[in-house]
């Protein structure tokens, strides 16, 4: 077969329909060759650091540093082949194109190929929430997000926002969100539903409230256990879905429906667990004063077993000394969020005491505080907070903390976060020099770090030229695109 016409299968939607449902997930038995320069993280964490490097902080970070920079693979000139949802190899493209004389070979050259990316924390129905004027985070709960997420009583309201939703992330690159839902059941049936249509890793759960926020936004602690049960019946682990039992944060919850979810935590040992921890110090005093018996923030939530591995605080800014040891020892993440934390004037993450501790870090948008569904512009910002703690967070890090370091903080990089052989087929197709600017600022063979970076300053959902999930191409710039139309 020419050439031609095997670059134009592989690549086309036209022929490769997005319609992907469970039903007609056929992708063509072949192989698939995809020669780009790619990079990715193949290992989940970074070198053992040594005892000396331990005791003294520069060292320490000279250590992350080094570490990050020798840790990543990058194939100037690379393959990667797939075959139905599977990753089958990766490698440069001279060796790799030798093993697969009958594979549709489609040349991005020039482009990037990275992991799809990972966004640890944000909310589905702020999706239209984004945006809003001059709050810090009380006042804009009131103000815009619990009305935002009263209009979910409305099933096709939740429908119609999902798709929005999931297309924005394609369009960024995102194949793998971390979503807060609404205390409806149906907002999160709706979002899974969406995910599934397209085969996306989504990790998602019903928000529990029963007191502080409007009536029509709350549960009780049975409705919630009960709700909450019955979803992750329906949806953990069946097709790409998990679950995470989603308490919005210490203050609308009671002490008994953080109990009946702790439960729920206990039965069942490989849900996630999403929440808020000490974003603001007004919401924490707030904390301090309904839960006198708890010794600090995260105590609250560490009395009812929410504090564990697969346990995601969003946040986590204002924490104490035994919080950082308490969280190191868990094993639990915190979603760093950056455009939100600088958006809602919350405060400066430190990064140092996380890597002191042994804290997981995942980056994440916390979109509507977000300010953008964008990973790369997130870490730009990401940037931007640890110069003004004056250790700046290096574009390998930043990488590191969307991909392959927040798969692992998560146990999930056996199949996603990652390029590695028999992982799930989702990644990006980068064109890093997308408009004037870029193309006068990238050069054509410059370095991964300085492509990263530069775009994590000046790019937009302009530079994501195609988003792939589970093998097929989800989002195509070219053609405007998405799988949900
Ligand atoms: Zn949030």
Known sequence: MPLNSLISEAGSLKKSPLKATASNTAVPKRKQLLRASIAHYPNSKPDNKSADERSCESLYQRFYE?????????????????????????GDYATVVQKYPDAAISDYSGKWILPGLIDSHLHYPQTQSIANYGEQLLSWLENYTFPAEMAFADEEHAKNIAKVFINQLLRNGTTTGFVFTTVHASSCQALFSAASDINMAIVAGKVCMDRNCPAQLQDTPELAQRESADLIDQWHNKGRNKYALTPRFAPTSSDAQLAALGELATQYKDVFIQTHLSENRDEIAWVNSLFPHADGYLDVYDKHHLVRERSVFGHGIHLNQDEWVRLGEANATLAFCPTSNLFLGSGLFNMEQAKANNVHVALATDVGAGTTFNMFKTYGDAYKVSQLRDVPISPFEGFYLMTQGAAAAHQLDDEIGNLNPNTTADFIIVEPRFDELTALRISENAAFEDVFFALSILGDDRMIEQTWISGQCCYNKKENQHALA
């Open 66 to 90: 080094r570490s990050y920079k020798e840790n990543i693979e990058i194939f100037t000139d690379g393959a990667l082949v797939i075959e139905d949802s599977i990753i089958r190899d990766i």
